[in-house]
């Protein structure tokens, strides 16, 4: 389970096809995206934009903890 975990901008436009986890390195977006769709990272959610799934975290007052920063 993560607590933080950052876009790396990577794809067309700056969107993330990956995602950096501390202590696990680069992770591609759509591994992630299945992680989080089966409960492994509780303090994230997935988005569709277009028919693509993207991570990102869900709402608190912490701006800290956000995937784009």
Not at 17 to 46: A, C, M, Q, W
Not at 49 to 63: C, I, L, M, Q
Request: net charge neutral; no cysteine; proline share 4%.
């Amino acid at each position: 389970m993560a607590k933080n975990i950052t876009g790396n901008n990577d794809g067309e436009g700056g969107r993330n096809e990956s995602y950096t986890i501390i202590g696990r390195g680069k992770i591609p977006r759509i591994t992630l995206v299945k992680e989080v769709e089966n409960g492994k990272h509780p303090d994230f959610s997935i988005y569709e934009h277009n028919g693509e799934k993207f991570v990102r975290s869900n709402p608190d007052s912490t701006e800290s903890n956000n995937v784009n920063k």
